[in-house]
């Protein structure tokens, strides 16, 4: 089996790419090597995929159709797409930006399978979209009209622009809502590596409102779980909540994260940011039936895994 993994050199792509080349699957995977984040980083990330010769790498933008529609030309079973401008905070800075990449590249990526006659897509997609939904918690058949961000906006627009291609072009198409994703090679602008890595160097760690915000924080191998299991089960059109389901305040948080680090946090509170929203909160009731889905990795061990991996990436002098 081919696949085409988008952001492939990210986070959660270079998981999925190890995780795909292990069972035996080809894969082109497509990054830009955008700036958000140093370039070097994601780089490091794909060492591992460059060495097994199932692997290539096409450094391409998504909005370029020419290159999409020729490397969908290459005999490909299924597009897995993660690639995307991420943040919320960003968003509202760069609205247009993240409209342009996140819309446009994803519609770019689906005539690329319409022309090409492939028939199974997945869309990687947000807990954002549930905005600050007062239900928990949060189901796949909750209300999403209210996104408070233009990077939730932007995800909720391409769960809409999938169901439209499968409608019209009969594509199997499986959007996952990612809660809050962690673990080894996490992007470096996010909560946990960010604090992590601030009270190693023993330097303040900002916290937005009183941390009271809750995340449903989840570990990276249970999101690769989910992932191939809905690769494996793609057919129609359905949308599932990847998540731990197990929420945990901010200040939980950096608890977990000193005993993980065996230090302790110099917190410095500022104010709540626009687009950040109160509580996310899985329900994984659906993935659990149809995909077999089961997270198990516990707070404690996900960071107690992170730490060993940033301080093998940052050795302490």
């Given amino acids: 089996m081919k696949a085409i993994v988008t952001g492939a050199a990210g986070f959660i792509g270079s998981h999925l790419c190890e995780r795909l080349l292990t069972d035996g699957w080809s894969i082109i995977g497509i990054d830009n090597f955008d700036e958000f984040y140093d370039p070097k980083i994601k780089r490091d990330?794909?060492?591992?995929?460059?060495q097994n010769k199932r692997f290539q790498l096409v450094e391409a933008d998504i909005r370029d159709a020419e290159s999409m529609n020729r490397t969908a030309g290459q005999g490909v079973d299924i597009i897995i797409h993660l690639a995307a401008k991420a943040g919320v905070r960003p968003s509202i800075e760069q609205p247009l930006a993240y409209a342009d990449v996140n819309v446009n590249g994803t519609m770019t990526l689906l005539e690329a399978a319409k022309k090409n006659r492939i028939q199974k897509f997945i869309f990687a997609s947000s807990s954002s979209v549930y905005g600050n939904n007062k239900k928990v918690p949060f189901s796949e058949d909750d209300n999403v009209d209210f996104p408070i961000s233009p990077y939730a906006a932007t995800k909720k627009a391409g769960e809409l622009i999938c169901h439209t291609y499968h409608h019209l072009y009969g594509i199997s198409l499986?959007?996952?809502?990612?809660f809050t994703v962690y673990g080894p090679r996490q992007r470096p602008d996010l909560a946990i590596h960010k604090f992590a890595r601030l009270i190693e160097a023993g330097k303040p760690i900002p916290v937005y409102g009183d941390g009271s915000m809750m995340r449903d924080f989840t570990y990276i191998n249970d999101i690769i779980d989910g992932t191939m299991a809905s690769?494996?089960?793609c057919d129609g059109?359905?949308?599932y909540n990847l998540g731990e389901s197990r929420p945990?305040?901010?200040?939980?948080l950096i608890i977990e994260i000193e005993k993980a680090l065996g230090k302790k946090a110099v917190i410095e509170y500022l104010p709540m940011q626009p687009g950040d929203v109160d509580k996310t909160y899985a329900d994984v009731t659906k993935a659990g039936r149809d995909l077999g889905y089961s997270p198990n990795t516990h707070i404690s061990d996900g960071l107690k895994r992170f730490v060993e991996w940033l301080?093998?990436?940052?050795?302490?002098?």
């Fill in 174 to 178: 499986t959007c996952l809502r990612f």
């Fill in 45 to 50: 990330n794909i060492k591992t995929c460059l």
């Fill in 237 to 239: 059109c359905h949308i």
């Fill in 248 to 252: 945990l305040s901010v200040k939980d």
């Fill in 231 to 233: 690769i494996k089960k």
């Fill in 311 to 317: 301080r093998r990436e940052n050795p302490r002098k």
